[in-house]
């Protein structure tokens, strides 16, 4: 989400579509699944498993898997941020050019006002 909001779609959004769950949404993919994060969350995490079964099965062994799984969440960003965004590099997703920058809008207004 963090790629796909920062990078891919330069922090622009169709507001009304984010809460439409229908094919008509600039946010709907094939079925609802968005297949590119889907793959990017499985290469996101899939480096944790063995560090997550080896912290469920004895809680007191360290080794590096369970090093490794003590920092999954900055690793774990780390990768699917990079992996969504080689995927969208790829295959770029539909309609990544619709919506606009509220957060300029924002910062315009503040600006206008001060």
């Given amino acids: ?5 920062l990078v891919i779609r330069k922090r622009k959004l169709k507001v009304e579509d984010l809460y439409n769950g229908t094919p008509s949404s600039i ?12 793959v990017a969350f499985v ?4 480096p944790f498993c063995p560090g997550f079964i080896m912290s469920l099965v004895n809680p007191t062994r360290v080794n590096n898997w ?3 799984f003590n920092i999954s969440f900055l690793v774990g960003v780390s ?4 992996s969504f965004l080689l995927i969208c590099l790829a295959s770029p997703p539909p309609y990544t050019d619709q919506g606009l920058d509220y957060l300029a809008s924002c910062h315009l207004l ?3 006002l001060g």
């Avoid at 989400?1 to 909001?5: A, E, G, P, S, V």
């Fill in 1 to 5: 989400m963090l790629c796909d909001y």
């Fill in 27 to 38: 946010y709907w993919y094939h079925n609802g699944f968005h297949w590119r994060a889907i």
């Fill in 43 to 46: 290469l996101g995490a899939w």
């Fill in 66 to 68: 369970t090093k490794l």
């Fill in 79 to 82: 990768l699917g941020f990079v």
């Fill in 110 to 112: 503040y600006l206008n």
